[in-house]
Protein backbone atom coordinates (compact mmCIF):
# COMPACT_ATOMS: atom_id res chain seq x y z
CA UNK A 1 0.00 0.00 0.00
CA UNK A 2 2.91 2.68 0.55
CA UNK A 3 3.81 1.72 -2.65
CA UNK A 4 0.56 3.05 -4.62
CA UNK A 5 0.81 6.12 -2.51
CA UNK A 6 4.17 6.81 -3.28
CA UNK A 7 3.30 6.76 -6.99
CA UNK A 8 0.22 9.05 -6.69
CA UNK A 9 2.60 11.38 -4.58
CA UNK A 10 5.56 11.73 -7.21
CA UNK A 11 7.76 10.09 -4.69
CA UNK A 12 11.19 8.02 -4.76
CA UNK A 13 10.00 4.66 -5.86
CA UNK A 14 12.43 2.73 -3.44
CA UNK A 15 12.73 4.54 -0.14
CA UNK A 16 9.24 7.30 -0.59
CA UNK A 17 11.35 9.87 1.12
CA UNK A 18 12.43 12.52 -1.74
CA UNK A 19 10.24 13.89 -4.86
CA UNK A 20 10.74 12.70 -8.07
CA UNK A 21 10.54 16.39 -9.84
CA UNK A 22 12.35 19.39 -8.76
CA UNK A 23 9.20 21.54 -8.47
CA UNK A 24 6.27 19.52 -6.13
CA UNK A 25 3.58 22.17 -8.03
CA UNK A 26 3.00 20.30 -11.36
CA UNK A 27 1.31 23.54 -12.27
CA UNK A 28 4.24 25.63 -12.81
CA UNK A 29 4.46 24.68 -16.14
CA UNK A 30 8.34 26.32 -16.74
CA UNK A 31 9.64 23.36 -14.51
CA UNK A 32 6.62 20.77 -14.71
CA UNK A 33 8.93 18.21 -16.52
CA UNK A 34 12.59 18.95 -14.36
CA UNK A 35 13.36 15.76 -12.13
CA UNK A 36 16.03 14.76 -9.81
CA UNK A 37 18.82 12.91 -10.92
CA UNK A 38 18.80 10.66 -8.46
CA UNK A 39 17.27 10.56 -5.08
CA UNK A 40 17.98 13.21 -2.50
CA UNK A 41 17.64 10.20 0.18
CA UNK A 42 18.63 7.16 -0.69
CA UNK A 43 20.67 8.11 -3.75
CA UNK A 44 18.42 5.40 -6.82
CA UNK A 45 18.98 6.37 -9.79
CA UNK A 46 16.02 8.17 -11.96
CA UNK A 47 18.00 8.47 -15.26
CA UNK A 48 18.15 4.84 -16.37
CA UNK A 49 19.32 5.07 -19.74
CA UNK A 50 18.35 7.41 -22.45
CA UNK A 51 14.60 6.94 -23.92
CA UNK A 52 13.37 5.45 -20.44
CA UNK A 53 10.85 7.42 -20.15
CA UNK A 54 9.22 7.04 -23.42
CA UNK A 55 7.30 3.90 -22.06
CA UNK A 56 5.97 6.42 -20.41
CA UNK A 57 3.53 7.18 -22.84
CA UNK A 58 1.86 4.05 -22.60
CA UNK A 59 1.14 4.67 -19.14
CA UNK A 60 -0.04 7.97 -19.99
CA UNK A 61 -2.54 6.91 -23.03
CA UNK A 62 -3.74 4.52 -20.09
CA UNK A 63 -4.66 7.16 -17.90
CA UNK A 64 -6.35 9.63 -20.81
CA UNK A 65 -7.89 6.73 -21.57
CA UNK A 66 -9.60 5.95 -18.36
CA UNK A 67 -10.39 10.17 -17.75
CA UNK A 68 -12.17 9.54 -20.97
CA UNK A 69 -13.86 6.68 -19.66
CA UNK A 70 -14.83 8.32 -16.64
CA UNK A 71 -16.26 11.12 -17.88
CA UNK A 72 -18.39 9.18 -20.10
CA UNK A 73 -19.84 7.08 -17.11
CA UNK A 74 -20.07 10.32 -14.97
CA UNK A 75 -22.31 11.71 -17.60
CA UNK A 76 -24.28 8.65 -18.15
CA UNK A 77 -25.64 8.25 -14.31
CA UNK A 78 -26.13 12.42 -14.01
CA UNK A 79 -28.30 12.13 -17.07
CA UNK A 80 -30.03 9.10 -15.85
CA UNK A 81 -30.70 10.68 -12.39
CA UNK A 82 -31.89 13.65 -14.83
CA UNK A 83 -29.59 16.31 -13.63
CA UNK A 84 -28.36 17.07 -17.29
CA UNK A 85 -30.80 19.13 -19.13
CA UNK A 86 -30.04 17.49 -22.47
CA UNK A 87 -29.39 13.95 -23.10
CA UNK A 88 -25.73 12.87 -23.86
CA UNK A 89 -26.90 11.17 -27.09
CA UNK A 90 -28.53 14.05 -28.22
CA UNK A 91 -25.25 16.68 -27.32
CA UNK A 92 -21.96 15.09 -27.88
CA UNK A 93 -20.43 17.96 -27.90
CA UNK A 94 -21.01 18.38 -24.24
CA UNK A 95 -19.22 14.89 -23.86
CA UNK A 96 -15.88 16.30 -25.83
CA UNK A 97 -15.98 19.84 -24.49
CA UNK A 98 -16.44 18.38 -21.00
CA UNK A 99 -13.38 15.88 -21.38
CA UNK A 100 -10.74 18.55 -23.07
CA UNK A 101 -11.24 20.42 -20.18
CA UNK A 102 -10.61 17.76 -18.08
CA UNK A 103 -7.69 16.59 -19.89
CA UNK A 104 -6.27 20.05 -20.32
CA UNK A 105 -6.46 21.12 -16.59
CA UNK A 106 -5.35 17.48 -15.75
CA UNK A 107 -2.29 17.28 -18.39
CA UNK A 108 0.68 18.35 -15.92
CA UNK A 109 -0.66 15.69 -13.40
CA UNK A 110 -1.27 13.08 -15.82
CA UNK A 111 2.23 13.39 -17.41
CA UNK A 112 4.08 13.56 -13.52
CA UNK A 113 1.73 10.58 -12.47
CA UNK A 114 2.68 8.46 -15.71
CA UNK A 115 6.25 9.27 -15.39
CA UNK A 116 6.02 7.86 -11.45
CA UNK A 117 4.21 4.89 -12.52
CA UNK A 118 6.45 4.10 -14.93
CA UNK A 119 9.85 4.18 -13.20
CA UNK A 120 8.22 2.16 -9.77
CA UNK A 121 7.28 -0.52 -12.29
CA UNK A 122 11.09 -0.87 -12.85
CA UNK A 123 12.26 -0.03 -9.41
CA UNK A 124 12.48 -2.34 -6.26
CA UNK A 125 11.16 -1.43 -2.96
CA UNK A 126 14.01 -1.15 0.01
CA UNK A 127 12.74 -3.80 2.37
Not at 6 to 24: D, S, T, V, Y
Not at 40 to 58: K, L
Not at 64 to 81: E, K, P, R, S
Request: glycine share 6%; charged share 15%; with cysteine.
Amino acid sequence: MPRLTWMLRNRCPQCGQAHLFKEPNAYKLRTTAHMHKTCTACGEDFEREPGFYFGAAYVSYALTVALWVAVLVAMMVFDAWGWMEFGMFTHPGMYLTTGCTLLLVLMPVIYRLSRSIWLSIFTKTRT
